[in-house]
């Protein structure tokens, strides 16, 4: 079994920048990917960035060249650096462990991310 923790969320301004981090627990794995996921209200959950064991990493259009996605494997967790924010980007940010082989996904409980002036 995992659990995820996430913590960093918050309001930010428009232009400003925000740090997610993730503390994964359990039976975890260097080679599971691990990522990060958003629903807005009204909408669909949808990708963010993910990173794979062996730090490949994959960011949705929408975050490309303002999000960085970086994890330590020794301490099983991932961080989400979030810059130039819009207020698009408000949203409920959730931490996900994906199992490669297995489709086998673990989510966080999520943390509340605003961007409003």
């Known amino acids: 079994q995992v659990q995820l923790v996430e913590s960093g969320g918050g309001l930010a301004q428009p232009g400003g920048s925000l740090r997610l981090s993730c503390a994964a627990s359990?039976?975890?794995?260097?080679?599971?990917?691990m990522g990060w996921y958003r629903q807005a209200p009204g909408k669909q959950r949808e990708l963010v960035a993910t990173?794979?064991?062996?730090?490949?990493?994959t960011y949705g259009d929408s975050v490309k060249g303002r999000f960085t996605i970086s994890r330590d494997n020794a301490k099983n967790t991932v961080s989400l650096q979030m810059n130039s924010l819009k207020p698009e980007d408000t949203a409920v940010y959730y931490c996900?462990?994906?199992?490669?082989?297995?489709?086998?996904?673990?989510w966080g409980q999520g943390t509340q991310v605003t961007v409003s002036p």
């Open positions: 996900n462990v994906h199992v490669p082989g297995l489709s086998r996904n673990y």
């Open positions: 359990g039976s975890i794995f260097s080679w599971y990917d």
């Open positions: 990173v794979t064991g062996t730090g490949t990493t």
